[in-house]
DNA sequence: GATGAATGAGCCTTCATTCAT
DNA sequence: GATGAATGAAGGCTCATTCAT
């Protein structure tokens, strides 16, 4: 039973980090338990709290995009142009808006962001050195700025403005990417 | 009286507007109405739901919206691209989060969305129109588009997001300026 | 309205104060607030919190205390022995039990315990002083211990306790009234 | 492998017991099930339910009180008085105070109750009989009124009320067994 | 036989909204 | 017309009890 408790376990926070993503806080964790196929009570059992629920979604997109920095570290060998535009546009496919959700849940202060997060943030930071050092980001650009600016420009919307102006996310995304490179 | 009324009912809409940019949504309506210093019944009977008010508040943004669109109009004439900027660093102090949330409470479609900023979204239209023409401003940039830019980039953000990455807002507004300029 | 809600705010407290003693804490609030005929929102605008309605319970069984012991004072000129055990009798007719659980509801020290009651002790121990004097109540009978040996004898009991042992509650208390008097 | 499972059941028995007599009921029986150092499906294999637990406490303490009463009755040729008064004693240190919450548990009557300590009733009554004759103990004093004066004396209180009078429990047990002698 | 996991029912608390003065 | 009070519905969380390994 341990495998399946596992496995129950992970199904709820990725269950929570969509539903984060989508509809912001605000949400019932029993929609939570409900769209994860368990009641309310095993929520809990795995999660004593809508913080800590919140922090395990923290640190599964911040393990996502360790992974996604990795694979651009490799990739920055070949093109690595090519290999910082495909890792914002990874952390853009990455529901960071629900990262916006599970620190706000957080009454932490700064601190606590950096500290979750800090994995993201060293590793970002690596491969942004490089960058910087190869001419290919700009200096102004760092980790947790990157992280953030993602996560600003992905967060949930109400369904009403999304479907009004479907464009806006991308082109503040592609914005984002131009004022990242250095002027030539 | 009718004075006296009309005073308290702008008070109401601009103490909301003032906290939903600060707080988001999820604040409580007496926690306006006390701000304002009237009951929960007067504001009730100035705006009768939650929707209304919002409502109410989207309205006001647009009625600012529209005459910073106005000012810009003016200055144009004098120097096009510092009024196009201009007009970007207003809408920017607008508190336009508090659209984002005053959008979301009501339940309604994208067409809401149109009427309600209608106003807005023709006059500055029209200035963008003859913006493009000049080639002050890159054609890809619409009115509606830029409005919900600007509140998602302004959206209010947990506390120790704010703290921790102090600078993400002034960054996406200068990336989102650069890209709406046209490519020389 | 402000003389009803005042009402019904003492008739929450009365209540309260019965069911406590009847039933012992955990008891639920709902309970209270339909006892009350208020529902339950009532019941928390006006004791934001189940510890506050404790308090408001310990506040009404003081004062009460505080006028038994005022008439065991007036009383005391007549009949020094006579006033002391109709005080005590008095006391065990207050639902004084109540007094344990709202006690205990508190996660307060007994610094508390001693603040909310200090003026109920204040005057029975200025009664007690005169007793002492005048050779009817024992040197070692104080105030506190008085008010916490009536709570402890009057204490909600289950049912079937009280139904088999019904006479226990009058034997403690004859005990404890022979107890505070001076051997002879 | 039978002792051994007897002996869990005893431990599950004596840690409820103590826990009862410390925090009362209202305690999770998950808490029980962890300080006797098994899961809380053993716990329910042993104790079908709460009220069953509850009754195999009463159980155990009615085993002790016989035991206590043996002692007495052993003790009472040498020193009869003595043997009363170390009687109560050893009742005072038995977590009676369990009892009630245990009992309070099950929706019993009276009836049940009686069943449940009709052992130790019947044990105690033949003493007290013998103690009557002998005019050690007044007659007004029968066996269930004791154990429920016991239990009632010694029931858990909420910490700040034993801290801020720490003597009366002492006192009140004083009381009683001066109330149970006959006047002279 | 023992265990940890799962579950629903229930209690505490908050909030949008309505009512009575 | 303005106010504070009242209310039920809903969400967070706990616990007795059952299930699956």
Redesign the pocket.
């Known amino acids: 039973?341990?495998a399946?408790?596992l496995r129950?376990?992970e199904t709820i926070v990725t269950t929570a980090r969509k539903l984060f993503a989508e509809h912001g806080d605000?949400?019932?964790?029993?929609?939570i338990?409900a769209h994860s196929?368990?009641?309310?009570?095993?929520?809990?059992?795995?999660f004593?709290?809508?913080?800590e629920?919140a922090h395990a979604v923290a640190i599964d997109i911040v393990d996502e995009i360790c992974r996604a920095v990795d694979a651009a570290h490799d990739a920055r060998a070949a093109d690595a142009a090519a290999a910082w535009s495909a890792l914002v546009h990874a952390l853009v496919e990455m529901d960071l808006g629900a990262l916006t959700d599970a620190v706000g849940s957080s009454q932490g202060d700064a601190a606590e962001l950096r500290t979750i997060q800090s994995r993201a943030i060293s590793a970002l930071d690596g491969l942004l050195s490089d960058l910087h050092t190869a001419g290919i980001v700009h200096e102004r650009v760092d980790a947790l700025g990157t992280i953030v600016a993602v996560a600003t420009v992905t967060r949930p919307q109400p369904d009403a403005i999304r479907r009004a102006a479907p464009s806006v996310q991308q082109n503040l995304v592609d914005a984002f990417l131009a004022w990242s490179r250095p002027a030539r």
Do not use: C, H, K
């Open positions: 039973m341990r399946d408790a129950r376990r605000g949400l019932a964790l029993e929609t338990a196929g368990v009641g309310i009570a095993t929520l809990y059992r795995n004593p709290s809508r913080e629920l």
